[in-house]
Protein backbone atom coordinates (compact mmCIF):
# COMPACT_ATOMS: atom_id res chain seq x y z
CA UNK A 1 0.00 0.00 0.00
CA UNK A 2 2.88 2.47 -0.48
CA UNK A 3 3.77 3.56 2.97
CA UNK A 4 0.85 5.77 3.51
CA UNK A 5 -0.85 5.72 6.78
CA UNK A 6 -4.12 7.88 7.72
CA UNK A 7 -5.81 8.00 11.29
CA UNK A 8 -8.42 7.32 12.65
CA UNK A 9 -10.04 5.50 10.30
CA UNK A 10 -13.62 6.24 11.28
CA UNK A 11 -13.95 9.73 12.47
CA UNK A 12 -17.45 11.14 14.52
CA UNK A 13 -17.76 15.02 14.78
CA UNK A 14 -20.36 16.74 15.99
CA UNK A 15 -21.83 19.83 14.24
CA UNK A 16 -19.83 22.80 14.73
CA UNK A 17 -16.49 21.22 15.63
CA UNK A 18 -13.43 21.39 13.72
CA UNK A 19 -11.62 18.15 12.77
CA UNK A 20 -7.90 16.92 11.47
CA UNK A 21 -7.23 13.88 9.41
CA UNK A 22 -3.62 12.56 9.94
CA UNK A 23 -1.94 11.75 6.38
CA UNK A 24 1.75 10.34 6.97
CA UNK A 25 3.88 8.93 4.50
CA UNK A 26 7.67 7.46 4.50
CA UNK A 27 8.00 7.19 1.48
CA UNK A 28 9.90 10.45 0.62
CA UNK A 29 7.23 11.83 -1.73
CA UNK A 30 7.70 15.69 -2.68
CA UNK A 31 3.83 15.44 -3.36
CA UNK A 32 0.67 14.85 -1.08
CA UNK A 33 -2.63 15.20 -2.17
CA UNK A 34 -6.28 15.13 -0.28
CA UNK A 35 -9.41 13.77 -1.84
CA UNK A 36 -12.71 13.78 -1.11
CA UNK A 37 -15.19 10.75 -2.07
CA UNK A 38 -18.92 10.65 -1.53
CA UNK A 39 -20.54 7.35 -1.41
CA UNK A 40 -20.95 6.34 -4.95
CA UNK A 41 -18.80 8.74 -6.67
CA UNK A 42 -15.28 9.93 -7.36
CA UNK A 43 -12.63 11.33 -6.55
CA UNK A 44 -12.65 15.02 -6.12
CA UNK A 45 -9.82 17.27 -5.08
CA UNK A 46 -9.37 18.88 -2.45
CA UNK A 47 -5.96 20.26 -1.28
CA UNK A 48 -2.32 19.70 -2.91
CA UNK A 49 1.24 20.25 -1.83
CA UNK A 50 4.18 19.38 -4.07
CA UNK A 51 6.71 20.78 -1.51
CA UNK A 52 7.32 21.56 2.11
CA UNK A 53 5.49 24.82 3.37
CA UNK A 54 3.51 25.23 0.08
CA UNK A 55 0.57 24.13 -1.01
CA UNK A 56 -2.53 25.17 -3.57
CA UNK A 57 -6.81 24.34 -3.50
CA UNK A 58 -7.81 22.18 -5.40
CA UNK A 59 -11.64 22.01 -6.91
CA UNK A 60 -13.54 21.54 -3.49
CA UNK A 61 -11.35 23.91 -1.13
CA UNK A 62 -14.09 25.88 0.44
CA UNK A 63 -14.60 24.71 4.04
CA UNK A 64 -10.83 22.78 4.37
CA UNK A 65 -7.40 23.83 5.65
CA UNK A 66 -3.97 22.15 5.07
CA UNK A 67 -0.61 22.46 6.15
CA UNK A 68 2.72 21.00 5.09
CA UNK A 69 5.21 21.45 7.75
CA UNK A 70 7.31 18.50 7.41
CA UNK A 71 7.86 16.33 4.49
CA UNK A 72 6.15 13.25 5.28
CA UNK A 73 3.10 14.92 6.49
CA UNK A 74 0.09 16.65 5.26
CA UNK A 75 -2.77 17.30 7.90
CA UNK A 76 -6.56 18.34 6.36
CA UNK A 77 -8.44 20.23 8.92
CA UNK A 78 -12.35 19.87 8.40
CA UNK A 79 -13.84 22.95 9.44
CA UNK A 80 -16.99 24.19 10.95
CA UNK A 81 -17.63 25.95 7.50
CA UNK A 82 -17.74 22.71 5.59
CA UNK A 83 -21.14 22.20 5.24
CA UNK A 84 -21.51 18.60 4.12
CA UNK A 85 -18.31 17.15 5.65
CA UNK A 86 -19.72 12.96 5.47
CA UNK A 87 -17.62 11.24 2.96
CA UNK A 88 -14.73 9.33 3.01
CA UNK A 89 -11.15 11.18 2.97
CA UNK A 90 -8.17 9.74 0.76
CA UNK A 91 -4.54 10.90 1.35
CA UNK A 92 -2.42 10.37 -1.84
CA UNK A 93 1.57 11.12 -2.21
CA UNK A 94 3.81 11.00 -5.11
CA UNK A 95 7.21 11.51 -5.85
CA UNK A 96 7.01 14.37 -7.70
CA UNK A 97 3.97 16.83 -8.62
CA UNK A 98 5.16 16.19 -12.59
CA UNK A 99 2.79 15.13 -15.91
CA UNK A 100 3.54 11.54 -15.28
CA UNK A 101 3.63 10.47 -11.22
CA UNK A 102 1.79 7.78 -9.96
CA UNK A 103 0.15 8.59 -6.78
CA UNK A 104 -0.59 6.06 -4.08
CA UNK A 105 -3.26 6.33 -2.08
CA UNK A 106 -3.75 5.61 2.01
CA UNK A 107 -6.66 3.49 3.49
CA UNK A 108 -8.39 6.97 3.76
CA UNK A 109 -10.47 8.09 6.69
CA UNK A 110 -14.64 7.93 6.87
CA UNK A 111 -16.08 11.18 8.61
CA UNK A 112 -19.17 10.97 10.09
CA UNK A 113 -20.92 14.58 11.12
CA UNK A 114 -23.64 13.57 14.26
CA UNK B 1 -11.63 22.50 -16.26
CA UNK B 2 -10.95 19.37 -18.08
CA UNK B 3 -13.08 16.61 -17.70
CA UNK B 4 -13.02 12.90 -18.09
CA UNK B 5 -16.50 11.16 -18.42
CA UNK B 6 -16.26 7.23 -17.96
CA UNK B 7 -19.41 4.73 -19.27
CA UNK B 8 -20.61 2.90 -17.89
CA UNK B 9 -21.25 4.01 -14.34
CA UNK B 10 -22.72 0.28 -13.53
CA UNK B 11 -21.17 -3.07 -15.18
CA UNK B 12 -22.77 -6.02 -13.93
CA UNK B 13 -20.80 -9.34 -15.89
CA UNK B 14 -21.65 -12.63 -15.21
CA UNK B 15 -18.33 -14.45 -14.11
CA UNK B 16 -16.33 -15.76 -17.18
CA UNK B 17 -17.75 -13.41 -19.71
CA UNK B 18 -15.82 -9.98 -20.82
CA UNK B 19 -16.78 -6.40 -20.55
CA UNK B 20 -15.00 -3.07 -21.54
CA UNK B 21 -15.44 0.32 -19.53
CA UNK B 22 -14.73 3.67 -21.30
CA UNK B 23 -13.40 7.31 -20.47
CA UNK B 24 -14.01 9.79 -22.63
CA UNK B 25 -13.04 13.49 -22.89
CA UNK B 26 -13.93 16.35 -25.18
CA UNK B 27 -10.64 17.74 -25.66
CA UNK B 28 -7.25 15.90 -26.36
CA UNK B 29 -5.81 14.16 -23.23
CA UNK B 30 -2.14 14.49 -22.16
CA UNK B 31 -2.48 11.08 -20.56
CA UNK B 32 -4.32 8.92 -18.58
CA UNK B 33 -3.74 6.85 -15.51
CA UNK B 34 -6.07 4.01 -14.37
CA UNK B 35 -6.82 2.93 -10.86
CA UNK B 36 -9.06 0.35 -9.18
CA UNK B 37 -10.75 0.91 -5.95
CA UNK B 38 -12.18 -2.17 -4.07
CA UNK B 39 -15.43 -2.06 -2.05
CA UNK B 40 -14.10 -0.25 0.78
CA UNK B 41 -10.26 0.45 0.22
CA UNK B 42 -8.59 2.66 -1.76
CA UNK B 43 -7.88 3.51 -5.37
CA UNK B 44 -4.75 1.27 -6.45
CA UNK B 45 -2.92 2.48 -9.60
CA UNK B 46 -2.63 0.06 -12.80
CA UNK B 47 -1.54 1.59 -15.36
CA UNK B 48 -0.62 4.50 -17.21
CA UNK B 49 -0.84 5.49 -21.10
CA UNK B 50 0.84 8.14 -22.69
CA UNK B 51 1.01 7.75 -26.11
CA UNK B 52 -1.20 7.56 -29.13
CA UNK B 53 -2.81 4.43 -29.64
CA UNK B 54 -0.73 2.58 -26.95
CA UNK B 55 -1.98 -0.63 -25.70
CA UNK B 56 -0.70 -2.12 -22.82
CA UNK B 57 -1.70 -5.53 -21.38
CA UNK B 58 -2.04 -7.16 -17.54
CA UNK B 59 -2.96 -10.39 -18.03
CA UNK B 60 -6.57 -10.46 -18.31
CA UNK B 61 -6.68 -6.56 -18.54
CA UNK B 62 -6.04 -4.53 -21.84
CA UNK B 63 -5.50 -0.97 -21.70
CA UNK B 64 -6.17 1.29 -25.12
CA UNK B 65 -5.29 5.25 -25.77
CA UNK B 66 -7.39 6.27 -28.64
CA UNK B 67 -5.66 7.55 -31.63
CA UNK B 68 -6.79 10.99 -31.10
CA UNK B 69 -5.93 10.74 -27.51
CA UNK B 70 -9.49 11.57 -26.44
CA UNK B 71 -10.17 8.06 -25.05
CA UNK B 72 -9.63 5.61 -23.61
CA UNK B 73 -10.58 1.91 -22.61
CA UNK B 74 -10.28 -0.91 -20.27
CA UNK B 75 -11.38 -4.24 -21.21
CA UNK B 76 -11.30 -7.39 -19.07
CA UNK B 77 -11.68 -11.26 -20.13
CA UNK B 78 -13.27 -14.14 -18.30
CA UNK B 79 -13.88 -11.74 -15.59
CA UNK B 80 -13.52 -13.69 -11.84
CA UNK B 81 -14.99 -12.49 -8.99
CA UNK B 82 -11.95 -11.00 -7.99
CA UNK B 83 -12.39 -8.09 -10.77
CA UNK B 84 -15.10 -6.56 -8.60
CA UNK B 85 -14.46 -2.87 -7.56
CA UNK B 86 -14.53 0.58 -8.91
CA UNK B 87 -12.36 1.30 -12.19
CA UNK B 88 -11.59 5.17 -12.27
CA UNK B 89 -9.52 6.88 -15.15
CA UNK B 90 -7.87 9.98 -14.77
CA UNK B 91 -6.02 12.93 -16.43
CA UNK B 92 -2.86 13.96 -15.20
CA UNK B 93 -2.60 17.60 -16.06
CA UNK B 94 -0.10 19.94 -14.95
CA UNK B 95 0.47 19.45 -10.90
CA UNK B 96 -2.79 17.32 -10.46
CA UNK B 97 -5.00 14.22 -11.45
CA UNK B 98 -8.76 14.75 -12.62
CA UNK B 99 -10.63 11.31 -11.84
CA UNK B 100 -13.42 10.37 -13.89
CA UNK B 101 -16.45 9.24 -11.83
CA UNK B 102 -15.71 5.78 -12.19
CA UNK B 103 -17.30 2.14 -13.53
CA UNK B 104 -18.67 0.11 -10.80
CA UNK B 105 -18.33 -3.66 -11.66
CA UNK B 106 -20.28 -6.52 -9.82
CA UNK B 107 -19.82 -9.82 -10.65
CA UNK B 108 -22.70 -12.57 -10.93
CA UNK B 109 -20.79 -15.91 -9.88
Known sequence: DGGITQSPKYLFRKEGQNVTLSCEQNLNHDAMYWYRQDPGQGLRLIYYSQIVNDFQKGDIAEGYSVSREKKESFPLTVTSAQKNPTAFYLCASSKGAGLAETQYFGPGTRLLVL | ?109
Not at chain 2, 62 to 82: R, Y
Open chain 2, 1 to 109: GQQVMQIPQYQHVQEGEDFTTYCNSSTTLSNIQWYKQRPGGHPVFLIQLVKSGEVKKQKRLTFQFGEAKKNSSLHITATQTTDVGTYFCAEAAGNKLTFGGGTRVLVKP
